[in-house]
């Protein structure tokens, strides 16, 4: 299926958007790399709010999860939304975003919208890409209901694994496990700091994920140090920087998967891992609100606002 999109250029940075796919960024190409994972396992189609985006939708790209990233149910002590049904991965990826691009000095940008569906809230996405080829995301939430929102918010862009991937976030910073799967990584512990692991009787390195085991997965959150809002994945000698300010966005999730996991009964396993920025910890909006505590939170009529950069380098004498 053929699908509409949106190009915005600066520098020797390309991002192409998909309107139909939940506004998602099917591609960031950045010093000649394509830096998004594709899934060849699964094409594009057309979304389905309430299927499964695992199953039907994780073709590969740059999401954002909004109001939660698992499906879950809030819990019933939370003042209207009590046993309220969140599906996997947010809403917005199973709606078409509308879309506004302008062009001015600092370069193209488009402007992303999405209406709640089970919550009141409006959701803005501005991507922008500067002449420099920085690509700058401001993002808005405004709860538009009566009640306190409950909320999760996280970026996904998902990039290939390969042999010479490298991860550089904030050293000793703490990081908590949210699942892992797979026997190189049997008896992990649930909290370490950042990058190094106890995994029954050694420590395993996560900054190289190639090199951490043979076949695993896991899902991570680092939360990260004051003045230390950068996280990066570099191949060889290029590298894609995020840049936030970790006063609003106060988390970096980590997905890791070389080779052990697919929605798919007898597919063949993913090599993809994702750095996500993001508002609260724990993928499941049920738990941030319950023993993790990293829910996020907006009042009636309030708005709430963060912004993100991401930088390519070229890493000299790498």
Request: hydrophobic share 40%.
């Amino acid at each position: 299926m053929t699908f509409g999109f949106i190009e915005l250029e600066g520098g020797a940075t390309r991002v192409r958007i998909v309107p139909a796919l939940g506004g998602r960024i099917v591609s960031l190409v950045a010093l000649g790399r394509e830096w998004l994972w594709s899934n060849e396992a699964l094409p594009a189609r057309e979304p389905v709010d309430g299927a499964s985006y695992s199953e039907t939708a994780d073709s590969g790209g740059y999401d954002e999860c909004f109001p939660t990233v698992a499906a879950c149910n809030i819990p019933n002590g939370v003042p209207r939304f009590g046993g309220l049904a969140l599906p996997e991965h947010g809403e917005l990826w199973a709606q078409h975003a509308s879309v506004v691009v302008e062009t001015d000095p600092t370069g193209h940008r488009a402007t992303c919208a999405w209406e709640g569906r089970r919550m009141p809230y409006q959701f803005t996405r501005v991507v922008q890409v500067t002449s420099a080829g920085a690509v700058v995301m401001r993002y808005e939430v405004r709860n538009t209901g009566h009640d306190r929102l409950p909320f999760l918010w996280a970026a996904q862009p998902l990039f290939p694994l390969t042999p010479s991937t490298r991860l550089e976030l904030p050293v000793g910073a703490r990081a908590r496990v949210w699942s892992h799967r797979g026997d190189a990584l049997r008896g992990l512990v649930p909290e370490f700091r950042w990058p190094h692991a106890r995994v029954e009787a050694r420590i395993v390195d996560l900054s190289h994920p190639d090199l951490a085991g043979r076949q695993y997965a896991c899902k991570l959150f680092l939360d990260m140090p004051s003045g230390a809002g950068v996280a990066a994945v570099t191949e060889g000698d290029l590298r894609m920087e995020v840049a936030f300010d970790e006063r609003t966005v106060p988390n970096v999730g980590v997905w890791l998967n070389k080779g052990e996991w697919t929605p798919f009964k007898g597919g063949r396993p993913y090599l993809n891992l994702a750095i996500e920025p993001g508002l609260g910890a724990a993928d499941s909006l049920a738990d941030a609100l319950g023993a993790w505590g990293g829910a996020h939170w907006v009042e009636p009529g309030q708005i709430q606002e963060w912004m993100l950069t991401w930088r390519p380098a070229k890493i000299s004498g790498a």
